[in-house]
């Protein structure tokens, strides 16, 4: 709602990232949508949904995780990522990073790179990052 805010976000995101431009941006079901579409146009790169389960057509690869508050899935159609291809994970939020390490899961299995991940919050006395290793979390803010 507060559009100010929202550039901003964005705009740091893209600082922290300037560097690359050979990648895919990839969020994650829903909330990855709000940051993952703006970074991937300032980069000028491409962006892929990762989405909860049974919502993409097509062949498809699947990663279940745990929440805080029960189980869930997601899924990516299999063509959507090329073997080799060097992505950034994007969400609104790093908690247990069950989520995100279901998202690298899937990753693997396509045989993309995952360079980071990516989030607005992270929330660290869940210490999600750790379950991501060796994978990194870069958080533009940080609360206990
Ligand atoms: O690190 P974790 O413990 O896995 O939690 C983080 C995830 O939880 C929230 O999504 P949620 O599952 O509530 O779904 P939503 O984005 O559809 O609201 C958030 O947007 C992250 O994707
Ligand atoms: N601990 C948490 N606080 C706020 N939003 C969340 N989404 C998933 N886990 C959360």
Request: glycine share 8%.
């Amino acid at each position: 709602a507060n559009t100010m805010l929202y550039h901003i976000i964005t705009k740091q995101l893209k600082a922290y990232w300037k560097r690359l431009t050979s990648v895919q941006s990839q969020g994650l079901d829903a909330r990855g949508f709000l940051f993952g579409p703006p970074l991937a146009l300032r980069l000028g790169v491409g962006f892929v949904p990762v989405r909860k389960k049974g919502k993409l057509p097509g062949p498809t690869e699947t990663a279940s995780y745990a929440l805080e508050y029960g189980q869930a899935e997601l899924e990516i159609q299999r063509d959507a990522v090329e073997p080799g291809k060097k992505v950034v994970l994007v969400d609104d939020l790093l908690a247990t990073g069950g989520t995100m390490r279901a998202a690298c899961e899937l990753m693997k299995r396509l045989k993309a790179e995952v360079l980071e991940c990516l989030v607005v919050i992270e929330l660290l006395s869940l210490k999600g990052a750790e379950k991501l290793l060796p994978f990194h979390c870069h958080s533009l803010l940080q609360y206990d």
